[in-house]
């Protein structure tokens, strides 16, 4: 395993407090997380496990996300390393599906990139992508966790700008 791929890995398992993750690695640009989710019988998340985190590799700084965030998130997710945003974006989503009706998020999301396959839009889609409430969430629980672990940011920061080749 690379310096980065080990780095990155020990900051997830760092923050989630679990040694026991499925944690990939790709050349894309996009980062995710793939989840199994327990809905009740109106089809509204109860609980989520991780099933495991395709982490991209690739050197991005954010330019392409921070026009569709508000100047706060901007302004605190450009004082670190972007990897970090990506990072604790994912686990947001984990830690915030909880009560998102999954049909619903699905249908949106499918739409999207229906959208993006017929139109090819993808500024517009990108803006409406970052609105809805499984990505405002998962920003907003990033920037939150910043804001209230601003040294343990300062030092996965540093340890990232270290790894990154």
Known sequence: MYVQEKTIKNIIC???????LKIEFT?????SIYLT???????????????RFVISIRTETGETIFPYMTPTMTGVFKQYN???????HEVGHYKTFKGISYTAMTK???????????EGAHAEIHRL???TTPERRADKWAMNWILKHPKKAREYSNQLNRATY
């Not at 760092?14 to 026991?20: E, N, P």
Request: aromatic share 10%; proline share 0%.
């Open 129 to 131: 992508y970052r609105q």
């Open 37 to 51: 989710h327990y809905t009740d019988s109106n089809e509204i998340i109860q609980r989520s496990e991780i099933d």
């Open 14 to 20: 760092d923050i989630l407090k679990r040694k026991d």
């Open 82 to 88: 972007f990897k970090l945003f990506s990072i604790l």
């Open 108 to 118: 949106k999301r499918d739409a999207l990139y229906a959208r993006v396959n017929s």
């Open 27 to 31: 050349c894309k640009t996009n980062s």
